[in-house]
């Protein structure tokens, strides 16, 4: 265990280096999620409380972390590409420390989104519950080490056919942003939309960010929620573990 943390450590700060040198890359992959919000946030329903952005906000942050996330596997495809994963695989490091330092380095860029987009819509009437949003991020977190192993198991899949990576990738992207009801409420759905978007993990974790924001720390959906980034989290670093184990095979 001491040898996995080690080089688990190692891998985790190799991979923020690059992103501590260049800090506008997080706030580049940023541009995305302000542009929904910037163009959906006027047509919210006008409650002058603030009420509609503490119901958007949340959905925000968990699609910033979506799209981040969920392609940060092209790091690991160029690697790949460039011989840098196979001098990487040559090393004592362990194999699963490989993956999971890469995974956890994701969080990093979530939380720096989370509190830019936080700070961003204060202004405009959006209310920060502090306890609230610090368990919401550390759900968040748990969701984006299972999202950002399968990026990179898709990356290891894909190795030299870098379209099939990006194509998987946009197909699954925005079938669970929009079931999840990130940018609108399924509600009033068909049936059949509806049981898809409870089929979706990540309608339950972004039921509880809306939860936490708004200072519900402890009820049912936040329950469901945790489970869901658990159950994302696990699997993600299972699948993710295998696939770097037979690719070094």
């Known amino acids: 265990m001491t ?3 080690t080089d ?3 891998v985790f700060s190799r991979e923020l280096r690059p992103v501590l040198r260049d800090p506008f890359s997080v706030i580049f992959s940023m541009l995305q999620p302000l542009l929904f919000l910037a163009l959906f946030a006027p047509l919210l329903p006008d409650t002058g409380d603030g009420s509609a952005l503490q119901w958007f906000v949340p959905g925000i942050v968990v699609m910033s972390c979506l799209f981040g996330t969920s392609a940060t596997g092209s790091n690991l495809l160029f690697e790949i590409q460039t011989g840098s994963h196979e001098r990487m695989l040559v090393s004592p490091l362990s194999r699963p420390a490989l993956i999971v330092g890469r995974a956890l380095k994701e969080i990093v860029p979530m939380f720096a989104q989370a509190v830019l987009i936080v700070l961003v819509t204060i202004p405009f009437g959006f209310e920060l519950h502090v306890g609230g949003a610090l368990v919401a991020l550390a759900i968040l977190a748990l969701f984006c080490v299972g999202l950002g192993s399968l990026s990179y198991t898709l990356a290891l899949a894909a190795r030299n056919t870098e379209w ?6 946009q197909t699954l992207l925005f079938p669970l942003l929009l079931l999840a009801g990130i940018l609108l409420p399924i509600d009033d759905a068909p049936d059949w939309l509806r049981v898809a978007s409870h089929l979706n993990p990540l309608t339950y974790v972004v039921d509880a ?4 924001f708004n200072g519900e720390l402890v009820s049912a959906t936040v329950g469901y929620g945790l489970l869901a980034a658990a159950a994302v989290g696990v699997l993600g670093l299972w699948i993710g573990t295998k696939a770097i184990r037979r690719a070094s095979a």
């Open 3 to 5: 040898t996995f943390a």
């Open 8 to 10: 688990t450590a190692t």
């Open 164 to 169: 099939m990576f990006w194509a998987v990738q």
């Open 209 to 212: 960010e809306r939860a936490l």
